[in-house]
């Protein structure tokens, strides 16, 4: 996750589900505008100070459920970060779910630099022997 200063932005600051937990906004002093989710997971004392919708349909994870609210609330495009903790499984259906997004997404990994994805990007440059990487993103070039 970026620190608090990452959040220090003019948007709302939406929380899904357990990840509001394991994030620890609390942690870094940024409290969700929102959180949806089915909200199962969500610590019952932090849910007491948040602003939640429950999305219960259990057909669909709580990612996709509240990617699939904030277009109906006409809130996409989206800067997505810590999508990528957790079991394999989980992190490659978020990251699908990202991909139909069109949104950008921000990873701050200590043994990663830290590079903010974009549609539009054609080409950027790393130093020679650069390890990177690469996962079936659609059209990608390399």
Do not use: W
């Not at 495009?77 to 779910?97: H, K, S």
């Not at 069109?102 to 630099?113: C, D, L, R, W």
């Amino acid at each position: 996750m970026p620190d608090s200063s990452f959040f220090q932005r003019d948007v709302p600051i939406i929380g899904v589900d357990g990840r509001t937990n394991r994030i620890g906004f609390h942690q870094i002093g940024v409290q969700p505008d929102l959180v949806m989710g089915d909200l199962d997971s969500v610590n019952p004392s932090l849910r007491a100070s948040l602003n939640t919708i429950c999305l219960p349909d259990q057909d669909y994870c709580d990612f996709s459920k509240a990617i699939a609210r904030l277009k109906i609330m006409k809130l996409l495009t989206l800067i997505i970060t810590g999508i990528t903790g957790g079991a394999i499984d989980y992190i490659l259906q978020n990251i699908n779910i990202f991909l139909s997004t069109g949104s950008i997404f921000y990873t701050s990994a200590p043994s990663m630099v830290d590079y903010t994805l974009e549609k539009s990007i054609t080409y950027f440059s790393l130093p020679k022997n650069t390890k990177i990487s690469l996962l079936g993103i659609p059209r990608a070039q390399i």
